[in-house]
Nanobody
Framework: QVQLVESGGGLVQPGGSLRLSCAASGFTFSNYAMSWYRQAPGKERELVASITRAGVHTNYADAAKGRFTISRDNAKKMVYLQMNSLKPDDTAVYYC????????WGQGTQVTVSS
């Protein structure tokens, strides 16, 4: 089955950290760039970070630079988003994304940053 499944979200205090994971299946994972997006309530979905097929190159939204790190493990078919120094503005549903023969989205994982 072709799918992406996110995990690792939750409630964290400002300044805390979370590591999101995305498990891929049903396609040749190493052939595709991967991305993390997020969508906060009342806002459009936005790109957070991307990583190339071999993991050599990464790209971050300005809001994520210096705090978030995207990585991947092609052997495990996993992509990760390490989030540090979290802020209330980071509260959103986080989605894993890739473009195979069609756009493929995960179901999302909720991240809430609040004291």
């Amino acid at each position: 089955q072709v799918q992406l499944v996110e995990s690792g979200g939750g409630l964290v205090q400002p300044g805390g950290s979370l590591r999101l994971s995305c498990a891929a299946s049903g396609f040749t994972f190493s052939n595709y760039a991967m991305s993390w997006y997020r969508q906060a309530p009342g806002k459009e979905r936005e790109l957070v970070a991307s990583i190339t097929r071999a993991g050599v190159h990464t790209n971050y939204a300005d809001a994520a630079k210096g705090r978030f790190t995207i990585s991947r493990d092609n052997a495990k078919k996993m992509v990760y988003l390490q989030m540090n120094s979290l802020k209330p503005d980071d509260t959103a549903v986080y989605y894993c994304y890739t473009m195979i023969w069609r756009a493929l989205w995960g179901q999302g994982t909720q991240v809430t940053v609040s004291s």
